[in-house]
Nanobody
């Protein structure tokens, strides 16, 4: 199983970025896809998740209304559209896959991508 996150970069505050997560080696539509992030010196935190069946989504309070998670099961891909970015959104962003829907529990995720760096300048 491989998850490949991409799309990070440097953006000014108020700007937008779209992260992508390409998956292979798993029955993608059956898995919850989650996005997590880890800022320098901080613990990894949950950002958003999209359930594999039923289409439920879940967001952390810190990104609700600014970020949107989506997925394309035909392409084995998930996305995180990030709008109105803030300097505090600066972090390495990881995508992960879980057989369960416990969206914010990082321990429930079976597979992790390598991360992509998002830097938001003020």
């Amino acid at each position: 199983v491989q998850l490949q996150a991409s799309g990070g970069g440097l953006v000014q505050a108020g700007g937008s970025l779209r992260l992508s997560c390409a998956a292979s080696g798993l029955t993608f539509r059956s898995y919850t896809i989650g996005w997590f992030r880890q800022a320098p010196g901080k613990e990894r935190e949950f950002v958003a998740a999209f359930r594999g069946s039923g289409g439920s989504t879940y967001y952390s309070d810190s990104v609700k209304g600014r970020f949107t998670i989506s997925r394309d099961n035909a392409k084995n891909a998930a996305y995180l559209q990030m709008n109105s970015l803030k300097p505090e959104d600066t972090a390495v962003y990881y995508c992960a896959a879980s057989r369960y829907f416990r969206p914010s529990a990082s321990s429930s995720y079976d597979y992790w991508g390598q991360g992509t760096l998002v830097t938001v300048s003020s």
